[in-house]
């Protein structure tokens, strides 16, 4: 495993995926517009090529744009750290991007808590706190269909890396029938973990090597959940637990691994009553309420908390993201959540967590914003795939990287249930789990008010 680099610094909030790693592509030959758009303008660069064995002096016409600051917001710091070599080389490209434009690159740095309200109520007034932001899915979806974020095809053109190679920028899945958002390309994705030590202890079978085999499905996973739960010291108490996780969590991805989703928001149709997902509520339920191979460390099956029990290392099964695993004392291994009976290996988690990079409504010239700021990422390669650092900061084993990239990394199905407000997902779990209902009954229960609030924001 390579180890040339410090680990590139990566900030993510407990329900997301963020990166600003840098990748590939060469650098700009000196005084070159490195995106291709057409230029205007009144600063003109000169760019020796050569023809027919001859040199020729080509002048190349850059904007002026007058000392302008280009604002691109996010609740943390997407400045570059300069701690790694792929931080100093964007440094540097962004000062040259920054004298070739007569601009200035400003991040911005807002607190979570303070980031939507700011957004919603200066993209309001028309003036967007910031040319480009970072944003959730969940939230960007209504602001969507506020009409308050521009479509990529509107900041865009055909020679922008974005539409050609895509290896500075790349665009990040299409919500509400558009592409909107953009970000650097690195390979990540949501899977399901176990405890290595806890499995070599227990001499159980390695779940990399069911998956190789083909023999990785729900009825495998629940074999080992419940062989995995022990009293292993004969005290009379379970000291060794098959899974843990937030059930609400665990629901989305399993149903995701099912073939189906707790919300389409393509149709604006509900899913809590889909057949797919009630049959994976029924898998959640047994896991929890039957053959109770679950640790829950609060006391309260629901509660959020719940994300983190593994990392006591008492559980062999657990479903987290990769940044969960910073402070872990055990060895860890990756395997894309089984799929359920109707479910494919195009789609294996639930990705109720995206984020990506988008340009408000009511930004000046947009398309030099966007310009400017792939230009930004046009760095030599430095890492032999992207995110390569922050992947090895997070797993120690190739084996786990290589599982990541080969068969998890795009197989989140975008979820949204969150952006609905009073969508019932929660009262709908915490039914089913915590009193033990009926899955059937409990998904008839809330599918009215599931829809209503799907058409509620419709009609916003």
């Not at 602001?143 to 790349?170: C, D, V, Y």
């Not at 390569?388 to 989140?412: V, W």
Request: charged share 25%; aromatic share 10%.
């Amino acid at each position: 495993m390579r180890r040339k680099w410090n680990v590139l610094p990566l900030m993510l909030l407990a329900v997301m995926l963020f990166v600003s790693a840098c990748s590939g592509g060469g650098t700009t030959q000196t005084g070159t517009d490195a995106s291709g758009a057409t230029n205007s303008g009144n600063s003109t660069e000169v760019a020796e090529t050569d023809k027919e064995g001859g040199a020729e002096e080509a002048a190349v016409t850059v904007p002026d744009m007058g000392g302008r600051v280009i604002k691109v917001a996010a609740w943390w710091d997407l400045k570059p750290a300069g701690e790694t070599a792929s931080d100093k080389a964007r440094l540097d490209k962004i000062a040259e991007v920054e004298k070739k434009y007569n601009v200035k690159i400003e991040f911005v740095n807002v607190p979570f808590e303070e980031y939507m309200n700011k957004f919603t109520t200066t993209a309001l007034a028309g003036e967007p706190f910031a040319d480009i932001v970072q944003m959730e899915y969940k939230s960007a979806l209504p602001a969507i269909l506020k009409g308050q974020l521009l479509p990529i095809s509107e900041f865009t053109t055909a020679e922008n890396n974005i539409n050609q190679e895509a290896n500075l920028i790349t665009k990040y899945p299409a919500i509400a029938g558009d592409y909107y958002s953009f970000d650097n390309p690195i390979s990540i994705g949501l899977g399901l973990h176990y405890n290595r030590d806890l499995f070599k202890k227990m001499s159980l079978p390695d779940p990399q090597e069911l998956y190789s085999k083909g023999e990785w499905d729900w009825d495998k996973f629940m074999e080992l959940a419940k062989q995995a739960t022990k009293d292993t010291d004969n005290d009379g108490k379970i000291d060794v637990y098959g899974f843990s996780g937030w059930p609400i969590d665990v629901l989305r991805h399993f149903t995701a691994a099912n073939g189906g989703t707790i919300v389409d928001d393509e149709n604006a149709k509900e899913g809590l009553s889909d057949p797919k997902t009630i049959e994976a509520a029924e898998f959640v339920k047994r896991l929890f309420n039957v053959e109770n191979v679950v640790k829950v460390k609060t006391g309260d099956k629901t509660n959020w908390e719940e994300s983190n029990t593994f990392k006591d290392g008492d559980v062999a099964l657990f479903t987290a993201a990769e940044w969960q695993l910073g402070d872990i004392t055990f060895a860890a291994g990756v395997v894309p959540i089984p799929n359920g009976p109707q479910g494919s290996k195009d789609v294996t988690y639930a990705n109720n967590a995206a984020s990506a990079k988008f340009i408000p409504k009511g930004v000046e010239d947009p398309k030099m914003v966007y310009q400017i700021y792939e230009e930004t990422f046009d760095i030599p390669q430095i890492e032999e795939y992207p995110g390569q650092d922050y992947l090895e900061s997070r797993y120690t084993d190739e084996k786990d990287i290589a599982m990541i990239r080969e068969h998890i990394a795009g197989t989140g199905r975008i979820l949204l249930d969150d952006a609905y407000t009073a969508y019932p997902i929660g009262d709908y779990v915490n039914d089913i789990i915590k009193d033990n209902a009926s899955v059937t009954a409990t998904a008839e229960k809330y599918k009215a008010q599931a829809q209503a609030a799907i058409d509620k924001l419709g009609k916003q």
